[in-house]
């Protein structure tokens, strides 16, 4: 028999070599281009990064003062964005939607504050799609180009009908080859045009036949967010390239909506730290009085929206902003804003400063209980009981990108997780069961609850939830009962005390699968009823059926792949924080009887016996 060759034996010469073009570069490497792929589940899956990419090509021409009305249907995931701007010119079409780095992008004169500056967002979209198809309209003139898969497959020129005014329509159906099945949850892309109409105050979006507008953008934003909830009415302040509006609600923690030329940067970045500092500033110059940060900040909710000329984004996703030579202008401007208004509205200032003082007041009550602990505390800095930590962290740079901690169900669920987890970036709490429910009850009792306390030092987000030790906090409970009580208990406490991390996106579900299904040639693993059917039909009905009532009963080899790169995980989001208080009095309040009422109109149908 011959021998297999070894990987040490391959040959590696230069006919190894291989060099892609762009348009094979970004459907082999599309992570690179658009951040992830996904099947429309998640609000930041690539589907969604590809409609903002043209939609982003609109905003663009209405921010540069042309066309006051942009287009868009989705419909049987096909997106149609229709813009009234100045249209591409018609001799550069296909070269502007198919060269990479080829766009006015690059010339100030032409977009002085774009989100794409990179000149690579339409051609993602139209390598990535079955169908693209883009037609600009300019001085009765029009251009038609039309591709698949990246592909030209016919071009042409002529006139414009009758009417028909300047701009740019682009069709596209994303590839189902590059992303699987998928759909367009249109909560989310509502969300999306709702960020656009805030940003944009006087744009008019039209989606699938319904009109989207803001008068007062930001300030719109921020009342439609925390509706009833602010202890006074938002500012307002816009200047030319900074625009942002703020208030202070009863709840724990700050929130933060933070743009940049219009793009949503979830995880903030210079812009939004120059914000905080220049508003503590304008507070403090204000009151004359050197009142620290966290009692300023404390319950504060903003919108915050700069303009800059060349953006440095940490990724092609443009999540968050680099660029530090911004800093002193914000916080200048800011803080001039800042104490500004609070001189022109006396009763705004007053509840302010109240605010601020409770604040110092539930700060000193704090420190009050951390001294009482300090001891316990100083056991725990070295290390904390039930916490099996990862070598990397986010302070760790790229090396912690990919960090995340567990918070399982008990030991059983722990064991098996233990064994086959990643130790360089899993981390793994095990709770001893139901954690205390904490609504309505004030921060002070997280130091008084040993197991919350140990869960919030292991997060390392005592001070600060932007201290947060991991880029991903995964809850992983049995999917029983008793599973999603813990589930409800812990997002609680998360809602209740750090609201920023779900809001910003790093809370997530840990789905396992529910049944296994095997015959002597195949196993699989169903998350589902649906995919349990589906495979006892394709398996025969003499397979072995599982039923998975744990997770400590998945054997760590079994367990491997769950937490692996297939991971599946359901984020946890919030579509608007003015929801939060009535969910959490609801689901964990004490109005025990409609509650049972809701679980027995809603839910006892649904069991399956």
Known sequence: MAEKKSEKNVIYDESKIKTLSSLDHIRLRTGMYIGRLGDGSNQNDGIYILLKEI?????????MGNGRRIDIEVKENRVKVRDYGRGIPLGKLVDCVSVINTGAKYNDDVFQFSVGLNGVGTKAVN???????????????????????GKLISN????????????????????????????????????RIWNYAYLNAGLTLVYNGQKYKSEKGLEDLLNNEIEGESIYPASYYKGRQLEFSVTHTNSYGENYFSFVNGQFTSDGGTHLAAFKEGFLKGVQEFYRKPYKSEDVREGMTAAVAVKIKDPVFESQTKNKLGNTEIRSWIVAETKSAVDDFLHRNSEVAKALEAKIQANEKLRTELNTVKKEAK??????????????????????????????IFLTEGDSATGSMTHCRDAMTQALFSLRGKVENMYGRK???????????????????????????????????????DGFHIRNLLMTFFLGFFEELVTSGKVFILETPLFRVRNKKDTRYCYSEAERDKAIKELGTTAEITRFKGLGEISPQEFKPFIGKDMRLVPVEVQQLK??????????GKNTPQRREFIVNNLLEEIDA
């Open 55 to 63: 939609i982003d090509n609109a905003i663009d021409e209405f921010i």
């Open 127 to 149: 390598a990535l799609s079955s169908y693209f198809r883009v037609v600009s309209a300019r001085e009765g003139k029009c251009a038609e180009a039309v591709f698949e898969k």
């Open 156 to 191: 042409k020129t002529a006139n414009a009908k009758p009417g028909a005014k300047d701009g740019t329509y682009v069709e596209f159906v994303p590839d189902e080859e590059v992303f699987g099945p998928y759909n367009f949850n249109q909560e989310f892309v509502e969300k």
């Open 375 to 404: 001891e316990a505390a100083r056991k725990i800095s070295l290390k904390i009981p039930k916490l099996k930590d990862c070598k990397y962290h986010v302070e760790d740079g790229e090396k912690g990108a990919d960090s995340m």
């Open 443 to 481: 921060r002070t009792d997280i130091y008084k609850n040993a197991e919350l306390y140990n869960v919030m030092m292991a997060l390392g987000i005592e001070q600060d939830v932007a201290n947060l030790r991991y880029s991903k906090i995964i809850i992983a409970t049995d999917a029983d009962n």
């Open 579 to 588: 929801s939060v208080p009535k969910l959490l009095e609801f689901y964990m």
